[in-house]
């Protein structure tokens, strides 16, 4: 498998856990959701709230594996007839990708980090 296939995946996994804990956070304080899903979908989200931080840890794994497999050397040929492609969209994906999933995990955390105590 290519460094590319692998790091988009990587970088498309974190993308989906953190939209995931981003809807997981805003079940329980967004009106809309009670619209959207219906009394039943947003207590089915309510009771998955568990999950949020597992999934933002999991969506920083999946970050880091793809930093690793974007910035890390190339291998060294025996015949020195390789091609040594240009990382540099690859890398700017896995940065845009840690940007969105930064602002994913924000809006996930913001009902916790506001709620009075």
Do not use: E, H
Request: glycine share 8%; hydrophobic share 60%; aromatic share 8%.
């Amino acid at each position: 498998m290519s460094d590319n296939k692998r790091v988009i995946g990587a970088a498309s996994g974190a993308l989906g856990l953190g939209a995931f804990a981003a809807a997981l956070g805003t079940c329980c304080i967004a009106p809309w959701a009670v619209s959207l899903l219906g009394v039943s979908g947003a207590v089915a989200l309510a009771r998955l709230a568990v999950l949020q931080p597992y999934a933002l840890i999991a969506a920083g794994i999946l970050l880091a594996v793809a930093f690793v497999w974007a910035y890390r050397p190339a291998r060294a040929c025996a015949d020195g007839t390789c091609v040594t492609a240009s990382k540099r969209r690859l890398r700017w994906t896995v940065w845009i990708a840690a940007a969105i999933v930064a602002v994913l995990a924000v809006s996930a955390l913001m009902p916790t980090l506001f709620t009075p105590n």
